[in-house]
């Protein structure tokens, strides 16, 4: 129903709208979110299996409207990868984690690495390099500090060009992470040519670890891939004690989850790397 001429009758299906509206709506809000500065971001430790100590932490974009109040990633993350704001959005986190590292070691804690998501659209885009390069020198920050996650899907999209990305990435000296590996069916051939550093195991092959046989087959078959591959291992989503005595004791490096420790502010991530605390 286009035509609205005088006998012609306009469809108004107000169904599809109320499911069109709240995405709608989200995308418009969203659009103002970095200038309204309703954005910030929360730092999850990640621990070194072998020696219980912090070993980095992965920056995770936050965001509270003052009306919808807390909107979660799972929701717009997806919003603004389809709407292009991933880029402005993407670029603000980039800075904001890179200012943050600045803060930490002024005030003297050096967090080993801060980890920062790149979302399909940015890490397909040339300007990539040239943006995180110019932000490692504003923030005077060693680029081995940097670590950027890339999910195997996007990887996958296009490996060959995947390749020529990562290889521009290394040669500044970031350290590069696969995300969500285990989801994306790359094949050995492929991921030996990738220039990467670690391998992170998708939270779906460690919430039944120790309950589903073939989880355990699946994380214990990654784990050794990557280290033939020598690649260090991250087991995201940790949660009890039993993934964690499993994980260590088949040589992961390496873990994320609320077993250690939620995402958490800046400040209390300070005093999580000032006072020593590991697992
Ligand atoms: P991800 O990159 O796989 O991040 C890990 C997610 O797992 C985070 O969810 C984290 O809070 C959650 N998590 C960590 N430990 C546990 C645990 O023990 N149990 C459970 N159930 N969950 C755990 P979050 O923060 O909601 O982010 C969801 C996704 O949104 C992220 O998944 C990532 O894909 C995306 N995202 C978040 N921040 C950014 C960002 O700055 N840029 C981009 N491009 N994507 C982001
Ligand atoms: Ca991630
Ligand atoms: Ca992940
Ligand atoms: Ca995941």
Redesign the pocket.
């Known amino acids: 129903a286009k035509e609205t001429g005088r006998d012609t009758f306009c469809f108004y299906d107000a169904n599809m709208n109320a499911r069109a509206a709240p995405r709608l709506r989200l995308e418009l809000e969203l659009r103002r979110a970095v200038e309204r500065q309703e954005l910030y971001?929360?730092y999850?430790p990640k621990a070194d299996l072998l020696t219980g100590e912090v070993s980095g932490c992965?920056?995770?974009?936050?965001w509270r409207h003052a009306e919808l109040g807390m909107v979660?990633?799972?929701e717009f993350?997806p919003v603004?990868?389809e709407s292009g704001l991933?880029l402005p959005?993407?670029r603000w986190?980039l800075e904001s984690a890179c200012a943050q590292m600045r803060e930490w070691l002024d005030a003297g804690v050096a967090c080993p690495h801060v980890a920062?998501?790149?979302?399909p659209l940015?890490f397909l885009r040339d300007d990539l390099v040239a943006d995180v390069s110019a932000l490692l020198s504003r923030y005077r920050l060693d680029a081995g500090a940097l670590m950027l996650?890339i999910?195997e899907s996007t990887l996958m999209r296009d490996p060959e060009r995947a390749i020529a990305m990562m290889r521009r990435l290394k040669a500044i000296g970031v350290r590069l992470a696969i995300?969500?590996f285990g989801t994306g069916y790359s094949s050995l051939g492929t991921l030996k040519r990738f220039p990467i550093d670690y391998l992170?195991i998708?939270?779906a092959f460690v919430?039944d670890l120790t309950t589903n046989a073939s989880d355990a087959a699946i994380a214990v078959s990654v784990i050794s891939l990557a280290h033939s591959l020598n690649l260090r291992v991250t087991a995201?989503?940790?949660?009890t004690e039993g993934q964690l005595l499993f994980l260590r004791g088949r040589g992961c490096d390496e873990m994320?989850?609320?077993?250690f420790s939620?995402?958490i502010m800046p400040a209390a991530f300070a005093d999580l790397l000032a006072g020593g605390r590991g697992l």
């Not at 992965?58 to 936050?62: D, I, K, S, Y």
């Not at 995201?236 to 949660?239: F, K």
């Open positions: 971001l929360v999850q992965e920056a995770l974009c936050r979660p990633p799972g993350i603004a990868e991933i959005i993407g986190v920062v998501n790149v979302s940015q996650e999910t995300d969500d992170k998708d939270r919430t995201e989503g940790v949660e994320q989850g609320y077993h939620p995402p």
